[in-house]
C-alpha cells in the first residue's frame, strides 16, 4: 500500500514532544521587549562611529584598493605602448584599443585610442597585472557616476592620470612585485621609459625590419652547426 505522504511523520521514539514553550505574561504583551530595543537603540547614538557622511565625507582608501582602472601618464604622454595584453586578459572584455607608430617616439607604439567600458569593468586589477610597461594601473577612484551608457566608456583623454598622483599606487606596486619575485625581479622606475627595441642593446642591430627579414632568412639557409650534429 502506498505511504500517505501528506501526513506529518510522528516522532518516532517519543511521541510526548513539545513544538512551542509557554510564554510568561511579559512575554506575551511584549512590551519589556520593545522597551530593550528602545534602550540598546538609545545606547548606540552615544557609541563611537564607524561610519561617514558620504558624500560630503570622503574615504581615503589604502594603496592596496582597486578603484578605477586608469593609464599612467609619464612626462605629458602615456607609457602604453598599445601591446594589447590588458585586453587580452581583461575577463569581461571592457578594453578596446586602436595602437598607432610614430618612430620619432622612443616608445614607437603608442594608442590612437583607448577606451574602458566602465559598465563591463568588474575591478579585478587582470590589467594592471600583466601591463609589461606599469602603464595601467588601478587607482583609488571609486566615486563613479554615469548618467548615460555612452558616459560609461571612458576615452583616453578621461583615462590618463599623471603619474605623481598615482605614486602611492606605483610605489605599492614595485614593493608588491619585487617581494614577489624575489632575486628575479627587480622593478625599476626607468624600465618604463624604454622602447622594446632598446630594452637589450645586443638586439639593437640598428637594421630596420626589412633588413633584418633579409638577415633573418640568411641566417636560415646558412648551414646548422651544433655540437649534437653527427
Ligand atoms: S580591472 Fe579587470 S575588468 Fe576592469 S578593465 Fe582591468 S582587466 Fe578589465
Ligand atoms: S598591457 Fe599596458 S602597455 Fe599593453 S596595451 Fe595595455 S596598458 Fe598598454
Given at each position: 500500500m502506498p505511504e500517505n505522504l501528506d501526513q506529518p511523520v510522528a516522532n518516532a521514539i517519543s511521541e510526548d514532544y513539545q513544538r512551542e514553550r509557554k510564554l510568561s505574561f511579559l512575554e506575551k504583551i511584549y512590551l519589556p521587549e520593545i522597551f530593550k530595543g528602545l534602550w540598546y537603540s538609545f545606547k548606540q547614538m552615544f557609541a563611537p562611529t564607524f561610519t561617514l557622511n558620504y558624500p560630503d565625507e570622503k574615504?581615503?582608501?589604502?594603496?592596496?584598493?582597486?578603484?578605477?582602472?586608469?593609464?599612467?601618464?609619464?612626462?605629458?604622454?602615456?607609457?602604453?605602448?598599445?601591446?594589447?595584453?590588458?585586453?587580452?586578459?581583461?575577463p569581461p572584455l571592457a578594453i578596446s584599443m586602436q595602437a598607432n607608430e610614430d618612430s620619432d617616439d622612443p616608445k614607437e607604439r603608442y594608442p590612437e585610442k583607448f577606451e574602458i567600458n566602465m559598465l563591463r569593468c568588474i575591478y579585478c586589477g587582470y590589467c594592471e597585472e600583466v601591463c609589461p610597461e606599469e602603464a595601467i594601473v588601478m587607482s583609488k577612484d571609486y566615486d563613479i557616476v554615469f548618467e548615460s551608457r555612452e558616459d560609461a566608456v571612458y576615452d583616453k583623454d578621461?583615462?590618463?592620470?599623471?603619474?605623481?598622483?598615482?605614486?602611492?599606487?606605483?610605489?605599492?606596486?614595485?614593493?608588491?612585485?619585487?617581494?614577489?619575485?624575489?632575486?628575479?625581479?627587480?622593478?625599476?622606475e626607468e624600465n618604463n621609459i624604454h622602447s622594446v627595441r632598446d630594452r637589450d642593446q645586443d638586439w639593437n642591430t640598428g637594421l630596420s625590419l626589412v633588413d633584418l627579414l633579409e638577415q633573418q632568412k640568411k641566417n636560415d639557409a646558412s648551414e646548422a652547426s651544433s655540437n649534437w650534429s653527427v
Open positions: 574615504w581615503e582608501p589604502p594603496s592596496i584598493f582597486r578603484g578605477r582602472p586608469v593609464l599612467v601618464e609619464d612626462n605629458g604622454q602615456e607609457r602604453c605602448v598599445s601591446c594589447g595584453l590588458c585586453a587580452r586578459a581583461c578621461r583615462l590618463m592620470v599623471p603619474k605623481e598622483d598615482l605614486k602611492e599606487r606605483l610605489d605599492f606596486l614595485k614593493e608588491y612585485k619585487n617581494n614577489q619575485f624575489g632575486q628575479f625581479w627587480d622593478f625599476q
